[in-house]
C-alpha cells in the first residue's frame, strides 16, 4: 500500500474517533461528559458538536485566562509529552484539519509556495495570542479569553460555528461583526490551502509551532543515512512541506508523512524512534 494511501486512512480514523458523535451535528448538542476534560493531539475545536474530547489550545489558553489560575501542570505536559515522543507527526496523521487541508490541496487551482519568512508567522500567533493575550487582557475579575479560539481559530468556525449556526436557528440571532471576520478568517484558509499545501499549518496554526518546536528532539524522527543518500534531490522534490530532508533532518516544518522516505531510491531516509544524533 502506498504511503500516501496508508496516512490518509490513518487521518480518517483520528478523525472519527476524535469526533464520533456525528449525530450532533443534527441536534446541534454539544458533548460535556467527562471525557471533554481530556485533550487529543491534534486541532479539533472543543465545541464541534461531534468531539469527544478538548483542544489542546483551547485548553491551554482556557487555563492561561482563568482568574487566579496562569498555568496548568496537565496542558503543558501533555503537550511536552506528545510533542517528545512524536514530534509533528500528531500534525501529519493525526489531526482533524490537517485532513481538511490537504483535501482542499486536491482542488484544481493554480499552486504557490509561501514566502519562508512567513513560516514564523505561526509562532507570533503562538506568543501573542495563545500564550499572552489570555494572560494579560483580562476584565474586571481577572479572567481573560481565548483570544486565539475567539479571534482566529478557522477550525473551531467551520467545526462548531457554521454546525451549531445550521442546527440552532436562534444562535443566529447573536451573529455579528466578530462572526463575520471568522468567517473571513475562514474563506481565506480555505483559498490558501487549495493554492499552497497546508497553508494554515506553514502560516498559523499555534499548535504546529510548539510540536514543530519540538521536533528537533522528538524521538519518532526522520533518520538519514549520509553513507546511502547520493544527494539526488528525489527525497526533496517529494516533501509537501517543502522541507530538504538531507538537509535538515529535524526541520520544524516536517509532518512525518514519510513521502520522502518512499521517494528516496537508496534508502537512506527512515522514519523510527531513536534517541541517537538528536539536537544535531
Not at 195 to 212: E, N
Amino acid at each position: 500500500m502506498r504511503q500516501s494511501i496508508r496516512r490518509k486512512l490513518i487521518q480518517t480514523l483520528a478523525f472519527f474517533i476524535t469526533n464520533p458523535r456525528l449525530g450532533n451535528f443534527l441536534s446541534g448538542r454539544l458533548y460535556k461528559g467527562e471525557w471533554k476534560s481530556l485533550c487529543v493531539p491534534g486541532l479539533n475545536c472543543y465545541s464541534c458538536p461531534a468531539a469527544t474530547f478538548a483542544c489542546p489550545i483551547g485548553a491551554l489558553q482556557a487555563v492561561i485566562s482563568s482568574a487566579g489560575l496562569w498555568f496548568s501542570y496537565y496542558v503543558a505536559g501533555f503537550l511536552l509529552a506528545v510533542g517528545v515522543v512524536w514530534g509533528r507527526l500528531v500534525c501529519g496523521f493525526l489531526c482533524p484539519f490537517g485532513l481538511f487541508q490537504e483535501l482542499l490541496h486536491k482542488v484544481p487551482l493554480p499552486k504557490r509556495k509561501l514566502w519562508a519568512p512567513l513560516l514564523y508567522v505561526k509562532y507570533v500567533i503562538l506568543i501573542v495570542f495563545v500564550l499572552l493575550l489570555p494572560l494579560l487582557w483580562t476584565d474586571f475579575s481577572g479572567a481573560g479569553g481565548p483570544a486565539f479560539c475567539e479571534y482566529i481559530c478557522p477550525a473551531g468556525t467551520l467545526e462548531a460555528g457554521l454546525p451549531l449556526l445550521a442546527a440552532r436557528p436562534e444562535f443566529r440571532q447573536a451573529l455579528g461583526g466578530l462572526f463575520a471576520w471568522k468567517l473571513l478568517v475562514l474563506v481565506l484558509v480555505i483559498i490558501g490551502c487549495m493554492m499552497s499545501y497546508r497553508f494554515f499549518c506553514k502560516l498559523l496554526c499555534p499548535l504546529g509551532a510548539i510540536y514543530g518546536l519540538l521536533n528537533r528532539i522528538s524521538l519518532y524522527r526522520l533518520q538519514l543515512s549520509r553513507e546511502a543518500c547520493v544527494a539526488c534531490g528525489k527525497c526533496q522534490s517529494a516533501c509537501p512541506m517543502g522541507v530538504n530532508p538531507v538537509g535538515n533532518p529535524g526541520a520544524a516544518e516536517c509532518i512525518r508523512c514519510g513521502e520522502c522516505v518512499a521517494a528516496c531510491p537508496r534508502q537512506a531516509l527512515s522514519l523510527r524512534f531513536s534517541a541517537d544524533d538528536i539536537c544535531k
